[in-house]
């Protein structure tokens, strides 16, 4: 059982940007993360391979969001710069240990963390 927490959300006005964190208690293999905005469901945004050398992100934050991972310190970020108001939503992160492509299923994943809220303002 891996155990999965998120953090860094916050409330930030358009244009700024934010870091997300996600410790593990153990290790991981593929990391992911989703996000969930009021009345949607959850859709897909970034996910980065066990060593860290393949990532994949949403058309939607394609050059805006990136994604990275520190396996000595069980730790996956999610740094999102110029950031929108239609970024507002619930933020988790899981991990799966499918190793391989695509990486934007979500029912693929094992364990999911409890979310972190982001509210971008106009």
């Known amino acids: 059982q891996v155990q999965l927490v998120e953090s860094g959300g916050g409330l930030v006005q358009a244009g700024s940007s934010l870091r997300l964190s996600c410790v593990a208690s153990g290790r991981t293999f593929t990391m992911g993360w989703f996000r969930q905005a009021p009345g949607k469901e959850r859709e897909f945004v970034a996910a980065?391979?066990?060593?860290?050398?393949?990532?994949d992100y949403a058309d939607s934050v394609k050059g805006r969001f990136t994604t990275s991972r520190d396996n000595a310190k069980n730790t996956v970020y999610l740094i999102m710069n110029s950031l929108k108001p239609e970024d507002t939503a619930v933020y988790y992160c899981?991990?799966?240990?499918?190793?391989?492509?695509?990486?934007?299923?979500?029912?693929?994943?094992?364990?999911w963390g409890q979310g972190t809220q982001v509210t971008v303002s106009s």
């Open positions: 899981a991990a799966r240990s499918k190793m391989v492509a695509p990486f934007n299923r979500n029912y693929e994943y094992d364990y």
């Open positions: 980065i391979s066990a060593g860290g050398a393949t990532t």
